[in-house]
T-cell receptor, first 111, second 115 residues
Framework: GESVGLHLPTLSVQEGDNSIINCAYS??????FIWYKQESGKGPQFIID?????DKRQGQRVTVLLNKTVKHLSLQIAATQPGDSAVYFC??????????FGQGTELSVKP | GAGVSQSPSNKVTEKGKDVELRCDPI?????LYWYRQSLGQGLEFLIY????????KSGLPSDRFSAERTGGSVSTLTIQRTQQEDSAVYLC?????????????FGNGTRLTVT
């Protein structure tokens, strides 16, 4: 079936460096994508979203890039901080309704 | 403002017993979702409500699982005759009405342990 997958299951970065988390999706009809952050014992927290008619969107310290040609999504975190340590999930939606989630990447920030 | 609220936060039950998990969505959110997350895994879709109807219940694993929503607000996920493989965190989310593409806002989940 359709799936969203992540290239790297774990990512370790030094505090202050930039982080890039990648995601591949398989459904070319997906029109909406979201990145979530999940800390231990909590539900996923919305970070940033992007619609399929865009290829880049920026938030506070975060940027999402969408490449529909190769069906690739990435999350860039600038000046990574210890508080950014968490599991990050990408998710896609086709025409409203449910979100399909990837397996997640664990980001570890070393002080 | 209040976010999505789930109760109980933790539930331990014996194999074969029934359990009910509750979700209070954000006020005014007409769409409500249930997901399941096993340890160290991603989120598995269970069911989605728009108002009180469920246009997509394709993720329910078996007929032991059911969900309902009343008054366009509170939802209950019921698992009958629980099995050990039902142990997981059950997450509820809601989203704004009138926006085709709006993010889901999640609660902190109910951690279910079946012994």
């Amino acid at each position: 079936g359709e799936s969203v997958g992540l290239h790297l299951p774990t990512l370790s970065v030094q505090e202050g460096d930039n982080s890039i988390i990648n995601c591949a999706y398989s459904n070319s009809a997906s029109d909406y994508f979201i990145w979530y952050k999940q800390e231990s014992g909590k539900g996923p927290q919305f970070i940033i979203d992007i619609r399929s008619n865009m290829d880049k969107r920026q938030g506070q310290r975060v940027t999402v890039l969408l490449n529909k040609t190769v069906k690739h999504l990435s999350l860039q975190i600038a000046a990574t901080q210890p508080g950014d340590s968490a599991v990050y999930f990408c998710a896609e939606r086709v025409g409203g309704g449910k979100l399909i989630f990837g397996q997640g990447t664990e980001l570890s920030v070393k002080p | 403002g209040a976010g999505v609220s789930q109760s109980p936060s933790n539930k331990v039950t014996e194999k074969g017993k029934d359990v009910e998990l509750r979700c209070d969505p954000i006020s005014g959110h007409t769409a409500l979702y249930w997901y399941r997350q096993s340890l160290g895994q991603g989120l598995e879709f269970l069911i989605y409500f728009q108002g009180n109807s469920a246009p997509d219940k394709s993720g329910l694993p078996s007929d032991r699982f059911s969900a309902e929503r009343t008054g366009g607000s509170v939802s209950t996920l019921t698992i009958q005759r629980t099995q050990q493989e039902d142990s997981a965190v059950y997450l509820c989310a809601s989203s704004s009405p009138g926006l085709l593409n709006s993010p889901l806002h999640f609660g902190n989940g109910t951690r279910l342990t079946v012994t």
